[in-house]
C-alpha cells in the first residue's frame, strides 16, 4: 500500500527585524571598513559610527530594498565625513599655530574653530537663514541632509545657501575662505 504524503509545508517568511538583519551585516561592514580606514582601531570606530548612524535613521531605510547597499553607503559617507572633518581640524590647527589671536574670538564655536573676528562679523552680516545654513554645515559639520531636516527645507535649497553664502563671504573677506574646498579656514587678523 502506497500512501501519498502532502507536500511539505513551506515556512512562513519571518518579518523583518532591522536589528536582526543589520547584525548579520557586521562581518561585511567590518571587512569594508578595514580596507578603506587602514586599521583595526579606525576601522572598529567606523563600524560603530555606521550602525549607530542606521539605527539612528532607520526610518529612512525603504522596507523592500537593499540594506546592505544602504548601510554600506552610510559606512562610505562616515568615513570621508571623518576625513573632511580630519582636514579641516589639520588646517585650522596648522594655521592658528602661526595666528597667535587665532583663538582669541568670543563664543564657544569661534574659540574651538580658531575664526577670526573678521569671519564671525562677516558670518553675523548674512541673512538669517543663509547663516544658519553655513553655521550647521560648515561649522557645525552637518551633512545637507541633516541640514536641511533642521531647517525644514529641501536639501538643495541648503545648497544654494550654502553657495550665496560662501560667496559672499568670500566677496567680504578678498578671498581669505577655503572656498575650493568648501571649508572655513581661519585668517590672520
Known amino acids: 500500500m502506497h500512501t501519498t504524503s502532502a507536500p511539505a509545508a513551506v515556512p512562513a517568511p519571518l518579518p523583518f527585524d532591522f536589528e536582526r538583519e543589520l547584525a548579520l551585516l557586521l562581518p561585511d561592514l567590518r571587512r569594508r571598513a578595514r580596507f578603506i580606514a587602514g586599521s583595526t582601531a579606525a576601522a572598529d570606530d567606523l563600524v560603530q559610527d555606521t550602525i549607530e548612524r542606521a539605527l539612528r535613521f532607520r526610518d529612512s531605510f525603504a522596507r523592500g530594498s537593499n540594506l546592505r547597499a544602504w548601510t554600506m553607503r552610510i559606512l562610505s559617507n562616515t568615513f570621508i565625513s571623518t576625513k573632511r ?3 579641516v581640524e589639520r588646517r585650522v590647527l596648522e594655521r592658528v599655530a602661526h595666528d597667535p589671536n587665532g583663538w582669541a574670538n568670543s563664543g564657544p564655536t569661534s574659540i574651538k574653530l580658531g575664526l577670526t573676528r573678521a569671519v564671525l562679523r562677516e558670518l553675523d552680516r548674512l541673512p538669517p537663514r543663509i547663516g544658519a545654513t553655513l553655521r550647521l554645515v560648515d561649522l557645525e559639520d552637518s551633512s545637507y541632509r541633516e541640514a536641511a531636516d533642521e531647517l525644514s527645507v529641501p536639501v538643495g535649497t541648503v545648497m544654494s545657501r550654502l553657495h550665496r553664502g560662501r560667496t559672499r563671504l568670500a566677496a567680504a573677506l578678498g ?10 579656514a581661519p585668517t590672520a587678523a
Open 85 to 87: 572633518r580630519l582636514g
Open 175 to 184: 578671498g581669505e575662505l577655503g572656498l575650493a574646498t568648501g571649508e572655513f
